[in-house]
C-alpha cells in the first residue's frame, strides 16, 4: 500500500511538471540566451507549444517560428522540433544542443530573388534530408543533404543549356552553409557558388570559363556584360545577393 506522504510526493511532482510546461512563453524567454545574430517580435504559447513572431537572423527575416521541445529538456537537454512559417520560407527541422547547434531532418522550401547588374531573376528552393551543426558563433561547422533550385534556368537558356534545375550538396566553408555546382555547356563551363552569409543574405557568386574567348558569339557577350559579368584570367565573373 502507498503511504500517503509518497502520494503527496507523487502529486507535488506532477504539479510541478505541469507547472514547468505551462509556463508562458515569454517567461522561459527570460531565462534563455537567444543564439547570435536571431531577433523576434515577442512569444506566444508555452514552454511546451511556443511561437516566436516575425523572427529574424542577423537582419534577414525568417517568419514565425514554433518550437516544441523533446521531453529530455526537464533534464536540461535542448532538443525538440522547430516549424518556421514564413512568406518565403517554410521548413521543419529537430534541433539539440551540442558543442555547438545540431539542426537534423531539415526539409525546406524557399522562394529566393535576386538582380544581377539591371536584371532581376528569382526561383524556388528546396532542401530535402539535410543535417548541419554550428558553433556559438553560428559558424558552420559541417554539413549534409541536397538542394534543388530552377534560379538559375534563365542563365542557362542564355547560353544555350536546357532549362534544367541544378541539383547540388550543401556543405561548410569558411564558416557558412555552402552550395557549389558545375555544370558544362557547348564551349565552356558554367562554375557557381552560393554561401548563406547571415545578414548579407545568401552570396552568389557564378565563372564561365570559355574554351575559346575568340569564338564567344556577341549576343553572348552583350548578355554578360548586361548581367554584371566582367572578364578576367579564369573567364566571366560576377557577384550577386540573393534575398528570401
Not at 95 to 118: C, F, H, K, W, Y
Not at 194 to 212: D, I, K, P, T
Not at 223 to 228: A, D, F, I, M, P
Request: net charge neutral; hydrophobic share 45%.
Amino acid at each position: 500500500m502507498i503511504k500517503s506522504t509518497h502520494l503527496v510526493a507523487i502529486g507535488a511532482a506532477v504539479f510541478l511538471f505541469f507547472c514547468l510546461f505551462l509556463l508562458p512563453a515569454a517567461s522561459v524567454l527570460n531565462f534563455v540566451n537567444m543564439p547570435a545574430g536571431f531577433t523576434h517580435n515577442g512569444a506566444a504559447g508555452s514552454l511546451w507549444s511556443m511561437r516566436l513572431n516575425n523572427v529574424a537572423f542577423r537582419g534577414t527575416p525568417v517568419g514565425n517560428v514554433y518550437w516544441s521541445p523533446n521531453v529530455g529538456i526537464i533534464f536540461g537537454a535542448l532538443s525538440g522540433t522547430v516549424r518556421i512559417e514564413g512568406p518565403t520560407l517554410n521548413a521543419s527541422f529537430d534541433v539539440s544542443d551540442g558543442p555547438g547547434l545540431i539542426v537534423e531532418n531539415l526539409q525546406a522550401t524557399a522562394q529566393l530573388r535576386g538582380r544581377m547588374a539591371s536584371q532581376e531573376f528569382s526561383g524556388g528552393v528546396r532542401v530535402v534530408n539535410a543535417a548541419a551543426t554550428f558553433d556559438r558563433r553560428s559558424l558552420c561547422l559541417s554539413a549534409s543533404g541536397e538542394l534543388r533550385t530552377n534560379a538559375f534556368e534563365d542563365m542557362f537558356a542564355a547560353l544555350g543549356m536546357a532549362r534544367n534545375a541544378v541539383t547540388a550538396p550543401l556543405v561548410c566553408r569558411d564558416g557558412f552553409l555552402t552550395v557549389d555546382f558545375v555544370r558544362p555547356f557547348s564551349g565552356g563551363t558554367l562554375e557557381a557558388s552560393a554561401q548563406l552569409r547571415h545578414a548579407n543574405g545568401v552570396a552568389l557568386s557564378v565563372l564561365l570559363r570559355f574554351e575559346n574567348e575568340a569564338a564567344i558569339p556577341e549576343q553572348i557577350i552583350g548578355w554578360l556584360e548586361s548581367n554584371g559579368f566582367s572578364a578576367s584570367e579564369e573567364g566571366w565573373q560576377t557577384t550577386s545577393r540573393l534575398t528570401f
